[in-house]
């Protein structure tokens, strides 16, 4: 093996992969820095996976290094996943377009590479993946004159491995304090001898049939591991990802903002493709600050508060379950534990997580000023299966609550999910279509919410709920048209004439969790007045459990309903809230609603 070409570095990817694939448990179970969150096997499982499913073997090798590096960055997941992806596009950097490569260009590349990794981080730390990788690329620069074989090369680069990672403890003292070694390092470990095992063993068909068996085996697309080591004390609540194309500023002062925002910084690729990690509390302004520098085409943000809890600190057996569309209080939402799943919102190619990276006030705010009118996406199927593998480890059942089948695919995702998981794990998981959206199907999740906490059964929990659903009802007062015809859902036509005439329509759901037209005033003002009307008749004999007040950027509004409503029924509302962006993207700037159920 004198010289690699694109065939051979592909299956060296594919033995490195099939290696740490195999033993990402093990580097899960030894993952405690820089935070004991577990997930370094999965993250670096997920990221090198994700690469296999990517490419395919190319015969240039610059050209397949470029697919791997590129591959690698773009599906980068964790710390460590984001940190070995940079290295690649280091390495990827630092070669010539060439078909082929020997030892001596190869190590060059390796060595130059390092610095792309240091430069990665903001805070970089010895006794981690950083350290092993400087020190495999140092014995390999040092050995380029004297070993011209690629097999032997690797085989020889094995003892600086093994030392590299047994000091890792002597450079951390979390590490040494755990009586482990770096979980980082050691998948750099396991990744090298997995090429080297090919390479004194394995047949190309033996490689290519085991990777994928171990792929399929460990399920690394579809499902998180079943075992999660979240730290009990969280500093910063979100673990954020994210990739910025077309960057606009240099590689440290994007890596000061982040670092203004959290810490466990990483800016991994280029101008042209950036990946970038940190943990931070507060990810909506974090990427508030970000829209100006690129164009955000991907965002991921855990909750690592709310796994802690489930972990070290959960209320109930029953886990609960809604989706963003969901209107309820923060506080709320964290006094009952409840697991939000955002629904995706664009803005052109900009990519956001709604409540998580993009806050209601802040969506409002834009909508009237973009020009590329907001999309909305639902949740996957995926994201649902993560969550559901996640909450069955640690509760006996969960139920999920989602806004309506008609407006979204995030109830069908997480059906789809609930029974997949449910079946491999033989616990219960009900998903429950609200058939409403907004503060109604918050009124719902509270519902359920305070029957978990009152210790009710899970049956008759499920039972009332279909009730519950019935029961609940929201009225939104429209200012403006614009926004549905901008949005599509009312024709230019219709909305001229409604502008021209001043109407404002009152939207509903109906039974089947359709949006309906309630009715229509000469003004917003008018058909509030309409709508408390409606709600004082049909509520003289029946009355009002809770309530909940909304309104898109017009507090002023939800006071008056909440005035009235306070009047009505002698109770304030148990939430007042911004409108979900789901509702507002169509109800436009400047609506108004108020959600009630019946008790």
């Not at 599906?75 to 020997?102: C, D, H, K, P």
């Not at 960057?247 to 991994?268: E, F, T, Y």
């Not at 079946?423 to 503060?439: F, L, Q, T, Y």
Request: proline fraction near 3%; glycine fraction near 6%; charged fraction near 20%.
């Amino acid at each position: 093996m004198r010289e690699i070409d694109g065939r051979w570095l592909y299956y060296m990817f594919l033995a490195g992969t099939r290696k740490v694939v195999a033993n990402q448990e093990r580097l899960n179970r030894i993952n405690v820095f820089p935070v004991k969150d577990g997930d370094t096997g999965a993250n670096m499982a997920s990221t090198l996976g994700a690469v296999v499913a990517s490419v395919r073997p190319e015969r240039p090798y610059k050209q397949m290094l470029d697919r791997i590096a590129e591959a690698a960055l773009i599906n980068a997941r964790g710390n460590s996943g984001i940190i070995f992806a940079q290295f690649l596009f280091g390495v990827s950097s630092e070669t010539t377009n060439r078909s082929s490569v020997s030892v001596e260009p190869f190590s060059a590349s390796v060595k130059n590479a390092v610095r792309y990794v240091y430069r990665a981080v903001a805070n970089p730390v010895e006794g981690t993946l950083l350290t092993i990788v400087r020190a495999w690329a140092d014995f390999i620069d040092a050995k380029r004159h004297r070993v011209d074989d690629f097999g032997q090369l690797f085989i020889d680069s094995k003892a600086i491995l093994e030392k590299t990672l047994a000091e890792t403890p002597l450079q951390l003292d979390v590490l040494a304090k755990a009586n482990v070694v770096d979980a980082g390092a050691n998948a750099f470990f396991y990744f090298i001898e997995g090429i080297i095992e090919c390479i004194r063993k394995d047949s190309i068909r033996h490689l290519v049939k085991s990777t994928a068996d171990t792929l399929a085996q460990k399920n690394i697309n579809d499902e998180m591991p079943t075992e999660s080591h979240v730290p009990q004390e969280v500093a910063f609540r979100f673990c954020t990802e994210a990739v910025i194309r077309d960057v606009s500023l240099d590689h440290s002062r994007l890596s000061d903002i982040l670092m203004a925002h959290g810490d466990s910084v990483v800016v991994a690729g280029a101008a042209k493709a950036s990946r970038v990690h940190v943990h931070t509390s507060h990810p909506d302004r974090l990427f508030d600050r970000l829209q100006d520098v690129g164009t955000i085409t991907f965002q991921k943000a855990d909750d690592m508060l709310r796994q802690s809890q489930v972990i070290y600190d959960r209320k109930w057996k029953i886990a609960l379950v809604t989706d963003s569309a969901c209107d309820l209080s923060p506080s709320l939402i964290d006094d009952y534990q409840i697991h939000m799943l955002p629904i995706n919102i664009y803005f052109g190619d900009n990519h956001y997580l709604d409540k998580i990276t993009m806050r209601p006030e802040q969506f409002y705010r834009r909508i009237d000023k973009s020009g590329n009118y907001p999309k909305t996406a639902q949740v996957n199927e995926i994201a649902f299966k993560h969550l559901y593998t996640f909450l069955t480890e640690h509760y006996d059942a969960v139920i999920a609550v989602h806004l309506t089948a008609k407006f979204s695919g995030t109830y069908f995702s997480s059906c789809k999910a609930a029974e997949t998981i449910s079946r491999a794990r033989g616990i219960p998981i009900h998903v429950i279509d609200s058939k409403n959206v907004s503060g109604a199907l918050g009124l719902i999740v509270l519902r359920i919410a305070k029957a978990i906490e009152k210790g009710a059964a899970l049956d008759a929990i499920v039972d009332q709920a279909s009730r519950w659903v019935d029961d609940t009802r929201i009225l939104v007062s429209v200012s403006t048209l614009k926004f549905m015809v901008r949005g599509g859902r009312v024709s230019p036509l219709k909305g001229l004439l409604a502008n021209l005439l001043n109407l404002n329509p009152i939207v509903s759901m109906d039974a089947d969790g359709n949006s309906m037209v309630f009715g229509k005033a000469f003004s917003q003002k008018a058909n509030m007045k309409k709508v408390m009307a409606h709600i004082d008749r049909i509520g003289r004999n029946r009355p009002i459990w809770n309530y909940i007040t909304m309104h898109a950027n017009n507090r002023s509004a939800a006071d008056w309903y909440a005035r009235q409503m306070t009047a009505l029924t002698a109770k304030p509302p148990v939430a007042e809230v911004n409108i979900s962006p789901v509702v507002g993207a169509s109800a436009g700037l400047g609506a108004a609603s108020v959600a009630f159920m019946f008790d």
